[in-house]
C-alpha cells in the first residue's frame, strides 16, 4: 500500500511513527534539541522541521509530488496565516465552499447567532422521520460539520454530538436542528483559533524533572 511504501522511506530518513499512529512521524533534528515531523492525511504530506526542503527533495526522488509550498495557507480544509508571532487557523475556505454548495442543491442557510438554542431537546422531538432522501440530507450535514471539529471548529461541538446520535433515525426535528449549525457557520465563517509561535515558557523547577522516573 501507498502507506507501507512510504512509511518505508522515511524509516530510511531516519523517522519513526508516533504512538498516534502511521500517519504521524518524527526524528531527532539536526539542527537544534528538539524533533522534526511528517504528517499525511491520505496523499497530503506537510513537514514541520527548519530545513522541510530538504526532506523533501528525498521524498521526490521516490514519489511525483504536485502543489508543493514551502510555508502552506491551505491544508485539509484549514486556512493558516501567519499575525505577528501568533498562526491563525480557520476553516473559513471549506466552510465558504461547502455552503456554496449546500444552498444550490437545497434552499438558502438563514444565518443563525448560535449553533444549538439552550431550549433544544432532540432526545425529545417527536416529529416525522425523514425519508431516505432526508437522511441522506441529515448525514451530509452532521459529517461535514464532524469534520469541521476535527479541523478546529469546536465551537459547533456541543450540537453536533447531540444530533449526530439520531444519524441512523432522523426526524424532521432533527434536520430543522441541524440546519442551524449551517446557519451559524453562515454567519460566523472565520472564526478559528490562535497557535501562539513562541517557545513556551518552563519555570525553573520544572527542567530537572526525570519523565521516565517522574511519570512512569
Given at each position: 500500500?501507498?502507506?507501507?511504501?512510504f512509511?518505508?522511506?522515511?524509516?530510511?530518513?531516519?523517522?519513526?511513527p508516533?504512538?498516534?499512529?502511521?500517519?504521524?512521524?518524527?526524528?531527532?533534528?539536526?539542527?537544534?534539541?528538539?524533533?522534526?515531523?511528517?504528517?499525511?492525511?491520505?496523499?497530503?504530506?506537510?513537514?514541520?522541521?527548519?530545513?522541510?526542503?530538504?526532506?523533501?527533495?528525498?521524498?521526490?526522488?521516490?514519489?511525483?509530488?504536485?502543489?508543493?509550498?514551502?510555508?502552506?495557507?491551505?491544508?485539509?480544509?484549514?486556512?493558516?496565516?501567519?499575525?505577528?508571532?501568533?498562526?491563525?487557523?480557520?476553516?473559513?475556505?471549506?466552510?465558504?465552499?461547502?455552503?456554496?454548495?449546500?444552498?444550490?442543491?437545497?434552499?438558502?442557510?438563514?444565518?443563525?447567532?448560535?449553533?444549538?438554542?439552550?431550549?433544544?431537546?432532540?432526545?425529545?422531538?417527536?416529529?416525522d422521520?425523514?425519508?431516505?432522501?432526508?437522511?441522506?440530507h441529515?448525514?451530509?450535514?452532521?459529517?461535514?460539520?464532524?469534520?469541521?471539529?476535527?479541523?478546529?471548529?469546536?465551537?459547533?461541538?456541543?450540537?453536533?454530538?447531540?444530533?449526530?446520535?439520531?444519524?441512523?433515525?432522523?426526524?424532521?426535528?432533527?434536520?430543522?436542528?441541524?440546519q442551524?449549525?449551517?446557519?451559524?457557520?453562515?454567519?460566523?465563517?472565520?472564526?478559528?483559533?490562535?497557535?501562539?509561535?513562541?517557545?513556551?515558557?518552563?519555570?525553573?523547577?520544572?527542567?530537572?524533572v526525570?519523565?521516565?522516573?517522574?511519570?512512569?
Amino acid at each position: 500500500s501507498f502507506q507501507e511504501l512510504f512509511g518505508a522511506t522515511l524509516s530510511g530518513m531516519g523517522f519513526k511513527p508516533t504512538r498516534a499512529g502511521q500517519d504521524l512521524w518524527y526524528r531527532k533534528s539536526d539542527d537544534y534539541e528538539e524533533y522534526d515531523y511528517r504528517a499525511t492525511h491520505v496523499d497530503n504530506i506537510i513537514i514541520a522541521a527548519k530545513r522541510p526542503v530538504e526532506y523533501m527533495t528525498k521524498i521526490e526522488h521516490e514519489f511525483l509530488v504536485r502543489n508543493k509550498e514551502d510555508s502552506p495557507s491551505y491544508y485539509l480544509g484549514n486556512t493558516y496565516k501567519r499575525i505577528g508571532k501568533n498562526l491563525h487557523v480557520s476553516s473559513k475556505k471549506y466552510v465558504t465552499q461547502i455552503l456554496r454548495r449546500y444552498q444550490l442543491k437545497h434552499e438558502l442557510v438563514k444565518k443563525e447567532n448560535i449553533p444549538m438554542s439552550p431550549d433544544a431537546h432532540p432526545e425529545l422531538d417527536k416529529s416525522d422521520f425523514l425519508s431516505e432522501e432526508g437522511i441522506a440530507h441529515y448525514q451530509h450535514i452532521i459529517g461535514v460539520s464532524q469534520w469541521l471539529i476535527v479541523a478546529g471548529r469546536f465551537d459547533i461541538n456541543y450540537a453536533v454530538c447531540s444530533l449526530s446520535r439520531f444519524s441512523v433515525a432522523p426526524r424532521q426535528g432533527h434536520l430543522e436542528m441541524a440546519q442551524k449549525i449551517f446557519g451559524y457557520l453562515q454567519k460566523y465563517p472565520k472564526r478559528g483559533y490562535i497557535i501562539n509561535l513562541n517557545p513556551p515558557v518552563i519555570d525553573a523547577k520544572y527542567e530537572t524533572v526525570k519523565v521516565k522516573e517522574d511519570f512512569g
